[in-house]
Every structure is written in C-alpha cells, then in structure tokens.
C-alpha cells in the first residue's frame, strides 16, 4: 500500500504567537494553519477511497510542531510521497498557486509539474507558471524541500494561493473557502494519484451516503504524533482508522461505538465507550497498548 506524508503547515498558535503565519482582516485572526488542517483532512478522505495510506507530519488542527519533526518522521517512514500544505502571504497584488519542488530533485518536480497540471485543469490560478525550484542560498531553500531532497525523498511544498490577496482570501477563508478547498484537495489528490499511477475514481466511493451518519464498531484517537506507532499496532488489530486529533475525528461525523485514545487524554471524547490507553511518555503509552492487544 503507497505511503503519503501530508504537512499541514504551522500550527493553530503560529499566528498569535508572532509567527505571523496567518492574516488578520477586520480584527479577526485566520490561521493559516486552520486551512491547511482543512485540505489535508480533504485529501486525506480522496487518498483513503484510492487505498493509499495517510500518515500526518503534524496533527491537523494543533499546535504547531517543529520542521524537524517533520522531515524525521518522513526518514521514519519513507513515504512515496510527502505533500506540504499551506497558503502563501505577499504583497496584495500578488495572487495565485504555486508549488516549490527542490531543484534537480527528478521526482520531486514531476510531481510539482502534476499538481500544476491539475490545477490549472481545475481552473484555479497560477502564480507565474505556478513553479519554484528550491535551492540553496535563496529565498527558496526551504527546510523541507531542502531536508527531503538530501534523503531522495520525494516532495513537494504546494502554497494555495495568496492570504494577503484580496480574491485569493475569499477563496482561503472568505465565501468561495468551501468550494475552493475541495477544488486543492481534488488537484493535489489528482496529481498524488497519477504520480503512484493510481487511476482517479472520484471524490467519494458510491456508498458513501452524504448526510447520514456512518456507523463504525471502532476507531482511535492520536494527540500527537509520537503516539502513531503505537496506534498503529492497534489499528491492525481492530482493522479500524486512525484519526490524527479529536478535532479530526469530531469533523468526520463518523459514529463510533469504541474509542480508543492513544497517548494524551480523552477530555472531550464521545462514545458509548471510551477506553485511554496512555502514559507520561510515548514508551509507556506503546507498553500500554501492547497490554492492550
Ligand atoms: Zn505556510
């Protein structure tokens, strides 16, 4: 089963925390953070339909992790592919997609020259011809284009458009956000796809019912990732998902009738049962579940 790594950029603090990653319009905050969160649950659910495998770099919705993390979990795990997910920020004139890929990284830019491809099939906007090459000793040597590069792993960094633009915010987090975020996922999953040479089949499978509730036997919660190993042993077992937060979870309106929460706790947690299995520290949470299967 194909690997992929998604990286939604930063995280829910990195805005009010002096990062800056974010932009704040009539007195309000928007995280960046919170649509890239967004996207990657959206590309998650497309890739999952397609039986590639998930992996989060940082849970969607949180706080923000280091860009070492990141890159170390991707040399853990070697993925086919390792997707970065953000939104770019510059002058108010300056509007459009575009995606960095390290130079002479071969596959890392195939699979950007993909997601420009899909996007522009699409219709959505291009900043430039929608390419950046990273490089050392420029604006564009990026940590994570540059970190994957020196291991041979595939990668790319897609910016979904401008923040700072006028048009491009209402597509972000303005009126068009719904249509817009389904329309990044669908390309970059588009091009995720023909890049492992999976053939697109559609958004959704045919017995996915909109609207209604699904019911599942069981389902577990990570809190970080440090916990995903361990959680992994269990879903095994269990044959059932792994969602990277309780956010994500709530989000997916998926009625679960046991829970497991691996590492952290399970303040908030809905279920007819609730089981945490956790210690002080990633060790004893794995022994927890080890006890456990
Ligand atoms: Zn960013």
């Known amino acids: 089963m ?21 932009v704040k319009v009539g007195g309000k905050v928007y995280e960046e953070h919170d649509f890239n969160s967004d996207v ?5 659910k497309i890739l999952k339909t397609h039986g590639v495998k998930v992996v989060f770099s940082q849970n969607p919705y949180s706080k923000d992790v280091s860009l070492t993390s990141r890159t170390n979990l991707a040399k853990r795990i070697i993925p086919n592919m390792f997707i970065s997910i953000h939104a770019n920020a510059g002058a108010s004139s300056v509007e459009g997609i575009c995606v960095f890929a390290w130079e002479n990284a071969t596959n890392s ?5 993909l997601v420009v491809k899909h996007m522009k099939a699409d219709g959505i906007k291009t900043h430039g011809n929608g390419r950046h090459y990273s490089m050392l000793n420029s604006w564009t040597n990026l940590h994570i284009t540059r970190e994957l590069a020196k291991v041979n792993l595939p990668g790319v960094l897609i910016e979904h458009g401008f923040m ?8 972000i987090f303005g009126k068009y956000s719904n249509s817009y975020r389904q329309k990044c996922a669908v390309a970059d999953s588009k091009a995720i796809l023909e890049y492992l040479g999976i053939k697109y089949k559609g ?17 577990i919660i990570i809190n970080s990732v440090n916990d995903y190993p361990a959680a992994e042993l269990l ?29 952290g706790n399970k303040d908030g947690v809905q279920a007819d049962k609730v089981t945490l299995l956790a210690g002080p520290d990633r060790l004893t949470t794995y022994g927890e579940v080890k006890k456990a299967l």
């Open 2 to 22: 194909p690997t992929v790594i998604l990286d939604p950029g930063h995280g829910t603090d990195t805005y009010e925390n002096g990062g800056g990653k974010g």
């Open 40 to 44: 990657a649950l959206r590309i998650e």
């Open 109 to 113: 830019n195939r699979m950007a020259d």
């Open 164 to 171: 700072t633009s006028k048009s491009d915010f209402e597509n």
């Open 203 to 219: 958004e959704a499978t045919t017995q996915q019912k909109p609207k209604e509730e699904k019911e599942v036997e069981n389902a």
């Open 235 to 263: 879903a095994e077992k269990l044959g059932c998902s792994i969602y990277p937060s309780k956010n994500a979870y709530k989000k997916s309106q998926n009625k679960v009738k046991h829970i497991y929460v691996v590492g």
